[in-house]
């Protein structure tokens, strides 16, 4: 009985200072999912075919706001009409409080920056066509702060993102006075504004760009009067968006680690680059080289922000996502890791197989190639699944269960251009032998076999194969934003891959190479970015003793007693 009770209390007391080190690794290693905010920032569209594709796309992706960095509109006449047909048809779920019948948000979700173009529209007072168009007010709506006192330049806080809008355009007197001289009335609020932010992430939207090596006319370069280097009282803005130029690039100044990004390729004819990449302290990152005359193409940005971190994502017209980048907040880090068979870690989990109905028994499990098509040769759908497995774990290379995904792309390489595609989560298992007909006339978006099609995580290209090849899925290396579905992931649902689908009404198939392609750098890759946090010095020490606490009870070979009981 003395044994028996002996045994008992150094098992409770093992037991209690196990979940000392349990709860102490949770604390100082935290995983937990924070709340995140998703908005857009367009600039530089009016009214245009590619302006109407931007809005498309970009309003599938569902943010809850957007800015824009000006030129929202492009006539001169300024009526209500005319900033219906360039704005409000295309973003008036967006807008409240507007001139606009089209203004039908219950909440204000749109925050224009003044252009060049949107003063050109007129009115008896300066800009006033387009302070007459929007209600920026406070009052119209409460993220506004009413310190700037105009619609002009404001400021906004949504989430953990606190929003600058500025005037850049020299005409604008009342707000530059002295341009970027240091008591000119806008630079002075701004000061103080960015002083007080309490937010995680500071943001900075204007016009004109303050860095550009798009050619120099109009003040499409550089222009040094808007270089203010957006720091006051220990604080710094994050990033700078700016328009003006018609294409994208991203710059960033080495010694604050901002971001300059020009995000003018919104809907207007695209412009090309007319001086060489940025060096020295501000150097380009990238810029947006794609089209077949070297220029952009037209697109947007999206962003997914928390309190953890911020990640911008440019996308192509077509869906492509492009260029990125993740800031991460302090006391946390980003990682990231990489899955494609044949990688040089010597990772084999993936896995891939095309469903055709004109060939329902044949297995496509080792297809170099593999197709998406509504219609076939033979005038029938096929499908592709994709799986990645082995993503979660603590084993190198793995994510972590219950990490926060800050960027999952899936990137494939399109060997036959085609009409589009969806991503849609698989919800059922399958193996690589599976066919059209041993799932049972292939696989259905129905919230059984695969999610809905209503609860995707991205549609690449337009169902008319017709369209311009801007819109829809090209040759070389096209990449999907699948962060919804790793998300899912890693908050513990199952990992059945994807259901890569064609769109209805689609023409012409995509083909793409698989996993089993003899060319390892071609095959299907999937990269995630995730974010971890940096333990403080005081919890390491608090978890090695607790550790160490567990050990002197369990392994010390002078406690005579225990080893006895232990052999009993």
Request: aromatic letters at 10%; a negative charge.
């Amino acid at each position: 009985m003395l044994k028996l009770r002996f045994h008992l209390r150094i098992d409770v007391v093992s037991t209690i200072a196990s979940s000392i080190v349990f709860a102490l690794c949770i604390s100082t290693f935290p995983n937990a999912i924070v709340a995140q905010e998703r908005f857009a920032i367009i600039g530089d569209f009016g009214d245009t075919t590619a302006a109407t594709n931007v809005a498309a796309r970009l309003k599938s992706m569902a943010p809850t706001w957007a800015a824009t960095v000006g030129d929202n509109i492009y006539t001169t006449g300024g009526t209500t009409a005319e900033f219906d047909a360039a704005i409000g048809i295309k973003y008036g779920s967006f807008i409240k409080g507007s001139a606009s019948p089209t203004g039908i948000a219950s909440t204000n979700n749109y925050y224009p920056a003044l252009g060049n173009h949107d003063i050109d529209a007129g009115g008896a007072t300066f800009a006033q066509n387009y302070t007459d168009y929007f209600d920026l007010t406070s009052s119209n709506d409460l993220a506004i702060s009413p310190s700037s006192g105009n619609e002009r330049y404001f400021d906004v806080v949504r989430g953990d993102v606190h929003l600058f809008v500025l005037s850049s355009d020299t005409r604008d007197t009342a707000a530059l006075g002295g341009g970027q001289a240091i008591g000119s009335p806008q630079r002075t609020w701004f000061d103080n504004a960015l002083a007080a932010s309490t937010s995680t992430w500071n943001v900075v939207a204007f016009h004109h760009p303050a860095y550009s090596t798009a050619a120099t006319s109009g003040n499409q370069g550089s222009n040094a009067y808007l270089q203010w280097g957006f720091s006051s009282g220990g604080k710094t803005a994050n990033v700078i968006y700016n328009g003006h130029s018609h294409d994208y690039e991203r710059a960033l100044e080495v010694a604050t680690g901002q971001h300059y990004v020009v995000e003018g390729s919104g809907g207007q004819a695209i412009g090309g680059f007319g001086a060489p990449p940025l060096t020295g302290a501000v150097e380009t990152q990238f810029r947006d080289t794609s089209s077949s005359t070297g220029r952009s193409q037209n697109g947007f940005t999206i962003v997914d922000a928390s309190s953890t971190h911020f990640t911008h994502k440019h996308f192509q017209q077509n869906g492509d996502l492009l260029d990125k980048f993740t800031l991460v907040s302090s006391g946390h880090v980003l990682k990231s890791t990489s899955f494609s068979n044949g990688n040089p870690s010597g990772y084999v989990g993936a896995q891939d197989t095309q469903l055709s109905r004109s060939t329902p028994d044949t297995s496509y499990a080792n297809a170099a190639t593999i197709t998406v098509d509504a219609a076939d040769g033979a005038g029938q759908p096929s499908q592709t699944l994709l799986r990645f497995n082995n993503l979660f774990g603590n084993g190198t290379g793995q994510v972590p269960f219950n990490s926060e995904i800050a960027l999952a792309t899936l990137n494939i390489e399109v060997t036959n251009a085609g009409s589009g595609l969806v991503a849609l989560r698989m919800l059922q298992d399958w193996q690589e032998s599976s066919t059209w007909n041993s799932l049972v006339d292939g696989v259905s978006a129905n919230g059984i076999e695969a999610a809905l099609a209503t609860n995707f995580d991205v549609t690449v290209g337009t169902p008319d194969a017709n369209e311009a090849a801007s819109t829809n899925v090209g040759l070389g290396t096209f990449s999907l934003d699948v962060t919804k579905t790793v998300q899912a992931w890693s908050n513990g649902s199952t990992n059945n891959g994807w259901l890569l689908n064609y769109l209805d009404g689609g023409t012409n198939g995509i083909g793409f190479r698989s996993s089993d392609d003899s060319t390892a750098s071609l095959r299907p890759r999937l990269n995630i970015d995730f974010v971890s946090s940096v333990p403080e010095p005081s919890s390491v020490v608090m978890v090695l003793m607790a550790m160490s606490f567990v050990s002197s009870f369990r392994l010390r070979p002078d406690r005579k007693e225990s080893e006895a009981d232990l052999k009993t």
